[in-house]
C-alpha cells in the first residue's frame, strides 16, 4: 500500500523559495514517474512537474525555469524546489506515482505566497 507524506510548505513572500519534500513508503519511487500536483482554491487540480523512471523531467509551462524535481532513490524520497515563487503558485501541493488513484495520496501541504 503505498503511502506519501509531503513537508516543506509555508508561508513564503513573491521572489522566495520553498523546497517541498515527499517521502514514499509501499513502493519504489525510482521505478515509476513521480508527479507534483496542486490545486488553488476554486481551481482544477493541475499537474506542475513530473520525473520519469529514467530520469527524465516535465514541467508545467508556467514553472518552467522555477521549479526543479528531483529524486533520492536511496533515501526514496523525491523533491521540488521552487524558486522565484509567485502569489499564483499558491496551492495546495501534493506528490503521487503517476496513475495512484486521487484517494490514495497523502494529505499535501499549503504552500502560500504572498504579494
Known amino acids: 500500500q503505498p503511502n506519501l507524506v509531503e513537508s516543506g510548505g509555508g508561508l513564503v513572500q513573491s521572489g522566495g523559495s520553498l523546497r517541498l519534500s515527499c517521502a514514499a513508503s509501499?513502493?519504489?519511487?525510482?521505478?515509476?514517474?513521480m508527479t507534483w500536483a496542486r490545486q488553488a482554491p476554486g481551481k482544477e487540480l493541475e499537474w506542475i512537474a513530473k520525473?520519469?523512471?529514467?530520469?527524465?523531467?516535465w514541467y508545467l509551462e508556467s514553472v518552467k525555469g522555477r521549479f526543479t524535481i528531483s529524486r533520492d532513490s536511496a533515501k526514496n524520497m523525491v523533491a521540488l524546489q521552487m524558486n522565484n515563487l509567485k502569489p499564483e503558485d499558491t496551492g495546495r501541493y501534493y506528490c503521487?506515482?503517476?496513475?495512484?488513484?486521487?484517494?490514495?495520496w497523502g494529505q499535501g501541504m499549503q504552500v502560500t505566497v504572498s504579494s
Open positions: 520525473i520519469y523512471s529514467d530520469g527524465g523531467t
Open positions: 503521487a506515482p503517476e496513475g495512484l488513484p486521487r484517494v490514495s
Open positions: 509501499g513502493f519504489t519511487l525510482s521505478l515509476t514517474a
